[in-house]
């Protein structure tokens, strides 16, 4: 059983549609992460937050927007997605960032653009 | 650049033993994870070294050298449940994590 719950599991969204994937962690963790994982490629960093700021954004395209309400929320906010973006998005979170932690995942969103 | 080298994919037969290997060039190393996926389903974590050797933890094995850049993942009395991808990442003298693409394991009966 995951302690990072993801919503929603699947999405399918035209290119200028708005659409938010959600994430929320029930492990008490600090730091919380959005990944990008396409087939056989690595997983992508795409942002980090550690106490609810954002520390990391790896050169993501505007597109894709964060927000972190709380140390145990995490949004990626979608808008005028190209169809390279389709992909599967996991969100993370660790006890703080910048330690060894391990990194507990959700199970995705599988997100389809048309 | 930093870079993560795992095999694509791996086959093995139910009861046998595999080993599926990772080589890694980074820059610093705080140490080394290895997670499992199974298909459409959540990164779950498997083992972390960060010193030269070997550490068990049942039927699964992890190894490191550091000096050599290697680690492998060892897997004994092969399950059915144990097709999925097995990721290899690197923690970086930045605590960046360094991903591979990872190593789809196919057992067959």
């Known amino acids: 059983e995951t302690g990072v719950t993801q919503t929603p599991r699947h999405l399918v969204m035209g290119m200028t549609n708005k659409k938010s994937l959600k994430c929320e962690q029930h492990?008490?963790?600090?730091?919380m992460y959005w990944y990008k994982q396409s087939a056989k490629k690595p997983l992508e960093l795409m942002f980090v937050?550690?106490?609810?700021?954002?520390?990391e954004n790896n050169s993501v395209p505007s597109r894709f927007s964060p927000e972190c309400p709380n140390s145990s929320h995490l949004f990626l906010h979608l808008h005028t997605l190209q169809p390279e973006d389709s992909a599967l998005y996991l969100c993370a979170s660790s006890q703080d960032r910048g330690d060894p932690d391990t990194q507990y995942f959700g199970p995705g969103t599988r997100l389809t653009v048309l | 650049g930093q870079n993560i080298d795992q095999p694509t994919e791996m086959t093995a037969t139910e009861g046998a033993i595999v080993q599926i290997n990772c080589t890694y060039q980074?820059?610093?190393?705080?140490?080394l994870f290895w997670y499992q996926q199974h298909a459409g389903e959540a990164p779950t974590f498997l083992s972390y070294?960060?010193l030269d050797g070997l550490e068990e933890k049942g039927r699964f094995s992890s190894f490191l050298s550091r000096s050599k850049g290697y680690s492998y993942l060892l897997l004994k009395e092969l399950q059915m449940k144990d097709s999925a991808s097995y990721l290899c990442?690197?923690?970086?003298?930045?605590?960046?994590?360094?991903w591979g693409a990872g190593t789809k394991l196919i057992i067959k009966p």
């Open positions: 937050y550690n106490f609810k700021e954002q520390t």
């Open positions: 990442a690197v923690i970086d003298s930045n605590y960046q994590l360094i």
């Open positions: 070294n960060v």
């Open positions: 492990l008490g963790h600090n730091a």
């Open positions: 980074t820059s610093g190393f705080n140490g």
